[in-house]
């Protein structure tokens, strides 16, 4: 098996993996700010997942834009988390 094989079969995983923790998240926890900025900071890794890949240097399509974009916001979500605790 091809590493790049892997790589994918690992990175849809942890993007189904993170989706599923999300929209749990949200169903239970959805009415705390607390809860919805644990799943929206889910939805940013999983963004992060999805466009994150070493050694890749062409350059940015503007479909993927806010998929980079949200998992770039995932570093307030991550600051804004702790104080609210």
Request: glycine share 8%; hydrophobic share 60%.
């Amino acid at each position: 098996m091809l590493l790049s094989t892997i790589d994918i079969a690992l990175r849809g995983a942890i993007v189904a993996l993170l989706l599923v923790l999300a929209a749990s998240l949200f169903r239970g926890f959805g009415t705390v700010l607390s809860g919805r900025l644990a799943a929206a900071f889910a939805l940013g890794s999983a963004a992060h997942a999805v466009s994150y890949s070493i050694g890749w240097t062409s350059p940015v399509s503007p479909a993927l834009a806010p998929v980079i974009a949200l998992s770039t916001g995932n570093v307030v979500v991550f600051w804004l988390r702790p104080r609210l605790v």
